[in-house]
């Protein structure tokens, strides 16, 4: 062991969610990570846990891979304008999110519209979340917002300074299908990701998108299919999940009914890899510094599902559609962990019956990049048992 190397080990874990679907709980109560990596998972007695740098007493709760926000909208810092709050992102970690993925800097007051300001936005912005992580989560920002006259160099220049994502397509001045799909196609030649707004208009000065234009486009994901807050028909949304096999991204800021549908519609088809969870935030509707676990106990009681199962849409599944080293627990993964337990009080025998009837878990502990970002969370219920470092 070299004196650099930062070696955590969390010890007395009592379940560990895997985050993958095909086989979400993991046998083990130990898991080990070096340099903010995870180095391996198992039973404390098979693994060398000797000489760690932090030590955790899991105290018997569940190990969760951090949760991912797959739809915000920030704009610089730990602050956004939309509300005039500040520490909002600090908020989303005591409610288990670790990471989270920019729908498009749309708040800023002032938003440049016109191609050279907003292609200098999103860089910036991708710099300035890259170089400043608040509170240790992970913000993956810089996503510029479609406006019409762009063109193919555009995307590659976009691509060549460091963008990987598209604002929600549908905000700016970009709203028919064709044109949408001739940047989504340049975007994706250029490996950055698109999403596209799903709905009725959010706010004055967005508009309605409804289903052949998201066909049309074909972005990569089926940006808040619930709508964000306006859901488009039923029919509509069983017909993109059934016509295409994108991503089905299901938000808080939306219509819950909507949102059981798009759930409901992916499971028959057999596809239930394709749903992830977003906020929406910050937005008309505030933030939600617990809006990932309200959809995690939503969706796995009122759509009758096992909860570990809800945890890997907002974990493994977003991971492997945005191709991030997080959001699973598996060795060579980044440690980012959320240690969790039934809350005070709650009905159920265990945590993952409580979450199924309805109810938030605690949660105790972040891990980020193999760091302790936080303790007891300020905003969750107070869990039933509280992890606990050892030593540091
Ligand atoms: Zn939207």
């Known amino acids: 062991m070299t004196q650099e190397t930062a070696k955590l080990v969390i010890r007395n874990i009592g379940q560990i969610l895997s985050g993958k679907l095909e086989q979400p709980i993991l046998d083990g109560d130990c898991i080990v990570a070096l340099d903010g990596k995870i180095s391996a998972i198992g039973y404390e007695k098979d693994l060398d846990t000797d000489q760690p740098t932090t030590l955790v007493d899991a105290n018997g709760v569940t190990l969760a891979p951090g949760l991912i926000d797959s739809h915000v909208h920030p704009v610089i810092g730990d602050y956004t304008p939309r509300q005039q709050q500040l520490n909002w992102i600090d908020s989303c970690l005591h409610g288990g999110v670790t990471t989270m993925i920019s729908a498009g800097e749309v708040h800023a007051p002032g938003r440049p519209k016109d191609i050279v300001g907003l292609k200098a936005m999103a860089i910036a912005s991708q710099r300035w979340y890259e170089n400043f992580r608040p509170s240790g989560v992970k913000m993956y920002a810089g996503a510029p917002v479609l406006e019409e006259g762009m063109e193919e160099q555009d995307f590659k220049d976009l691509a060549d300074a460091g963008i990987k994502l598209l604002g929600e397509v549908g905000l700016g001045s970009v709203k028919t299908g064709e044109t949408a799909q001739k940047m989504v196609k340049w975007a994706r030649k250029y490996g950055i990701q698109s999403t596209i707004h799903t709905g009725g208009p959010s706010i004055p000065g967005s508009g309605l998108i409804d289903k052949d234009i998201i066909l049309e486009a074909d972005a990569d994901i089926i940006g808040h299919i619930n ?166």
């Not at 059934?242 to 949102?259: D, F």
């Not at 809350?343 to 193999?370: F, R």
Request: net charge negative; proline share 6%.
């Open 227 to 392: 709508g964000g807050h306006t859901a488009l028909p039923d029919d509509q949304i069983t017909c993109l999940c059934e016509s295409c096999t994108r991503g089905i991204e299901i938000v808080h800021n939306g219509n819950e009914r909507a949102g059981l549908l798009a759930m409901r519609t992916a499971f028959e088809l057999d596809q239930p890899e394709r749903v992830i969870l977003g906020t929406d935030s910050p937005a008309g509707s505030g933030v939600q510094p617990l809006g990932i676990l309200r959809m995690i106990a939503m969706l796995s009681s009122l759509g009758d599902i096992p909860a570990e199962i809800a945890f890997c849409f907002a974990t493994g599944n977003t991971a492997r559609m945005r191709e991030l080293d997080t959001g699973m627990i598996e060795e060579g993964m980044s440690a980012d962990f959320i240690l969790i337990d039934s809350a005070q009080h709650a009905p159920g025998k265990n945590m993952l019956e409580s979450i199924h009837q309805g109810n938030l878990p605690g949660v105790g502990m972040t891990v980020i990049d193999g760091i302790v970002r936080s303790a007891r969370s300020r905003n969750t219920p107070p869990a039933a048992r509280l992890p606990f470092v050892v030593e540091q």
